[in-house]
T-cell receptor, first 114, second 112 residues
Framework: DAMVIQNPRYQVTQFGKPVTLSCSQT?????MYWYQQKSSQAPKLLFH???????NEADTPDNFQSRRPNTSFCFLDIRSPGLGDAAMYLC?????????????FGPGTRLTVT | QQPVQSPQAVILREGEDAVINCSSS?????VHWYRQKHGEAPVFLMI?????EQKGHDKISASFNEKKQQSSLYLTASQLSYSGTYFC?????????????FGKGTLLTVNP
């Protein structure tokens, strides 16, 4: 089945230790998103890629970086995680088809910072 | 620019109806609705466009009031499987830029 896969599902890192989260998709969608979702809050968009074009949200901290080496894969790098970065990180994809686009979400990576 | 959802939470008995609202202070281009069950990823429900077009699941209905910049999601004859947090995501402006701003969510609990 076509899907959005995130690895790992759970990640524990130490304060200040760099961490990379990965997302892959078999949907061949050209748009990919990274969201941060804290407990009982809405998903907050960090970045999105439209094909290779990278779009950073104005309030995304510099500590967060992203890479999309090809259509299928996207990575979220947190250079120096702080306690406030503990959250669920959701990857999503969509296909640009004019006005209709639904986002397909992966299961998320729950990040714990100790 | 975050849309405002109401109510924050609602508890129903199976078979009852509910309405969830999403409003914006900015002119909207589209409204998207997603449902997220605890510990799971959000799942797409509906898209409503300025102008009246919509696309989504057969068993869920929604409306988009352009004058009020408000959308409502109608859940009728609720089932236990409807439980979860409902998020609206909005696009403002004159066209799609393929990114959404989500509201804080409405927690729906359906009891037997």
């Amino acid at each position: 089945d076509a899907m959005v896969i995130q690895n790992p599902r759970y990640q524990v890192t130490q304060f200040g230790k760099p961490v990379t989260l990965s997302c892959s998709q078999t949907l061949n969608h050209n748009v990919m998103y990274w969201y941060q979702q804290k407990s009982s809050q809405a998903p907050k968009l960090l970045f999105h890629y439209y094909d290779k074009d990278f779009n950073n949200e104005a309030d995304t901290p510099d500590n967060f970086q992203s890479r999309r080496p090809n259509t299928s894969f996207c990575f979220l790098d947190i250079r120096s995680p702080g306690l406030g970065d503990a959250a669920m990180y959701l990857c999503a994809t969509s296909r640009e088809t004019g006005v209709w686009y639904e986002q397909y979400f992966g299961p998320g990576t729950r990040l714990t910072v100790t | 620019q975050q849309p405002v959802q109401s109510p924050q939470a609602v508890i129903l008995r199976e078979g009852e109806d509910a309405v969830i609202n999403c409003s914006s202070s900015k002119a909207l281009y589209s409204v998207h609705w997603y449902r997220q069950k605890h510990g799971e990823a959000p799942v797409f429900l509906m898209i409503l466009l300025k102008g009246g077009e919509q696309k989504g699941h057969d068993k869920i209905s929604a409306s988009f009031n352009e004058k009020k910049q408000q959308s409502s999601l109608y859940l009728t004859a609720s089932q236990l499987s409807y439980s979860g947090t409902y998020f609206c995501g909005t696009e403002i402006g004159g066209g799609s830029n393929y990114k959404l701003t989500f509201g804080k969510g409405t927690l729906l609990t359906v009891n037997p």
